[in-house]
């Protein structure tokens, strides 16, 4: 794999974790300054976007084996095995 993609994993990844603790976050303590509906609202919204920011890394990782399946297998591998 190279640079670029590793990149976009790991920062796909920190932005689900920094979703996920904010919707934690709102889920604790925003019925203290929020009406409840817009605090469901809201962490619905930050789980949602954490979901779909650990969806995406997946799904990179599939397209990208998927792409270099057939060079793996001519012996063209770009990831050097030992």
Do not use: C, H
Request: no cysteine; proline share 5%; aromatic share 14%.
């Amino acid at each position: 794999m190279n640079e670029k993609l590793k990149k976009r994993i790991i920062m796909f990844y920190v932005g689900g974790i920094v979703n996920a603790l904010l919707g934690l976050y709102v889920l604790i303590e925003g019925a203290s300054f929020l009406p409840p509906d817009t605090a469901r609202i809201l962490v619905g919204v930050f789980l949602a976007f954490a979901v779909v920011d650990f969806y995406f890394p997946y799904a990179l990782k599939r397209k990208w084996l998927a792409e270099n399946a057939g060079r793996q297998a001519q012996g063209n591998d770009p990831v050097q095995r030992s």
